[in-house]
């Protein structure tokens, strides 16, 4: 079976160093190119951070483009709380060897995926939506010819974790989540629902330490930062691993349980900004173009990132 081609939009953030890590050491994904985008931190920072991950990994093959440093209409917001000041929990952030490729993030996802056979390049964005909207806007035959696209964001059942109703990515960048929901892209949001299922037990944190590779510490040690944050925090023992589940559909869509639905964003109310309107019922919503995680094998997605990282 041929790997999976697959661009990812991230702004690391601790959940999303997890999942880099998980993506830069699985064969079964054919990386073309790391975007980055303000989010838990500002842009330049998650341009670096993508870079010394990058390094970590060993996959200097891989280039890492810098995207939007704010939202389309809104101020920018950080969730530096979460992630520690420079992205990156615990880890001291260093100059990595190789920087941000020439051109921009939007240029990039441009560029890659109408160079290549329509449906043929996959997207998982792991932060706010911005980088995707602006790409269609600068080519709208992206949603054409863009294969699935996995989003981390949304919330339902669980509520929100920035608001009452509202989870962070979707929240940061209202008006890009609504732009590119309403667009042709075949989109499938992991939200809280299913998130916050996916949780770094002490068993699984021992067990990536134990391994003893560089990237299997940097995993670990995000984990780590995450479990004291989400302690501290919310009260929570086992902290969820967000921006894993995305990257682990693109390698194993049989790990998750997705529901056909309608999915639309609250960009007009301070009160519910972000919220995810997710409707099951076609003779409500009309055509159910949207995708929505419901379940998930939790011990599938760890033995991911466990293999990636040995």
Do not use: Y
Not at 6 to 17: E, H, K, R, T, Y
Not at 118 to 125: G, N, Q, R
């Amino acid at each position: 079976m041929s790997p999976t081609s697959l661009i990812i939009d991230c702004d690391p953030g601790v959940d999303d160093a997890v999942a880099l890590l998980t993506a830069f050491g699985t064969p079964a994904l054919e990386l073309l190119a790391i975007t980055t985008v303000g989010g838990n931190v500002p842009v330049d920072k998650t341009a670096r951070n993508a870079s010394i991950l990058r390094q970590i990994a060993g996959r200097g093959d891989v280039p890492v483009f810098m995207g939007a440093e704010r939202p389309l209409r809104r101020e920018p917001m950080g969730a530096g709380e979460f992630h520690g000041a420079e992205g990156l929990g615990d880890m001291v952030p260093f100059e990595p060897e190789a920087g941000c490729a020439p051109g921009t993030a939007v240029e990039a996802i441009v560029e890659i995926v109408m160079a290549r056979p329509e449906k043929t390049v996959s997207l998982a964005v792991l932060g706010p939506l911005t980088n995707l909207a602006l790409a269609l806007r600068a080519e709208p035959r992206l949603a054409g010819r863009l294969g699935p696209v996995a989003v981390m964001g949304g919330a339902r059942a669980e509520g929100g974790n920035i608001t009452a109703s509202a989870e962070f990515n979707i929240w940061a960048d209202p008006d890009a989540a609504a732009e590119v929901l309403a667009s042709a892209c075949d989109v499938t949001l992991f939200g809280l629902d299913v998130t916050h299922q996916v949780r770094a037990t002490e068993a699984r944190i021992a067990g990536l330490e134990a391994l003893g590779t560089e990237p299997a510490r940097a995993a670990a040690s995000m984990m780590r930062f995450s479990q004291r944050i989400e302690r501290e925090i919310v009260g929570w023992e086992a902290p969820p691993v967000h921006d894993l589940c995305p990257v682990a559909w693109m390698i194993r869509s049989d790990l998750f349980t997705l529901r056909p639905c309608h999915i639309a964003v609250e960009t007009v109310s301070d009160l519910t900004r972000g919220h995810t309107a997710v409707e099951f019922r076609e003779d409500v919503a009309g055509p159910l173009r949207h995708r929505w995680a419901t379940g998930v094998d939790v011990d599938g997605v760890f033995e991911l990132l466990t293999e990636a990282v040995r």
